[in-house]
Structure formats: C-alpha cells, structure tokens
Nanobody, 120 residues
C-alpha cells in the first residue's frame, strides 16, 4: 500500500526556515498532484502548495513568495521549503499525493502530519 511520511517539522523563531519532506513508499500507477496542506488549531485544513504532474505550482496567497514546493524523483520525496516563517504559519502540515490506480480510478493518500510551530 502507498504510505506517506512527513518529516522536518519543529519549533522555529519567526523569520526562520524549515524544510518539510514527504517520503512516498509503495506504488502509484500515475501521480497527478502532490500538495501540502496545513491545519491550524481550531481552523479548517487549507491547501498550502500544489505541484502538478505537468510541473506547475500554485500557492496559497498567504505563503506566496515564502514557500516553495518541489519533488525529488531519485529520493521519492515531495518537499516544502518554508522561509520567512510567521506565527500564523503554525499548524500541522500534511502531505497529499493524488493519482490514478491500475484501474484508472483517482485515488489520493495522506501522511500523518508534522507539527510546525513558529514563535514570535
């Protein structure tokens, strides 16, 4: 089965940086999207960054210019580089990978999440 494991979260001062990694194991027939979500305490989960199979990226307005998303095919990881972190970036960050199975049905997978805490 496909499994996603996030790492790289932690505590950082405002203005600092963190690099999150999502290790993907198992096989997916075809990956269409790779993205990062986050959920702050008491708030709804939101899409932070998106990476498509075509190589395009998209970011939430709140993180544009500060976050970048990338993939490393050799290491089979999806990464999120977070710079100039703000306290409002605090939350649990989740990796999500979506694609198609062998029957060409769309499926997606979630990681367990990693905590990011930005102190002011």
């Amino acid at each position: 089965q496909v499994q996603l494991v996030e790492s790289g979260g932690g505590l950082v001062q405002a203005g600092g940086s963190l690099r999150l990694s999502c290790a993907v194991s198992g096989s997916i027939f075809s990956i269409n999207t790779m993205c990062w979500y986050r959920q702050a305490p008491g708030k709804q989960r939101e899409l932070v960054a998106l990476f498509t199979s075509g190589g395009s990226t998209n970011f939430a307005d709140s993180v544009k210019g500060r976050f970048t998303i990338s993939r490393d095919n050799a290491k089979n990881t999806v990464n999120l580089q977070m710079n100039s972190l703000k306290p409002e970036d605090t939350g649990v960050y989740y990796c999500n990978v979506g694609g198609h199975d062998s029957d060409l049905l769309f499926v997606d997978y979630w990681g367990q999440g990693t905590q990011v805490t930005v102190s002011s």
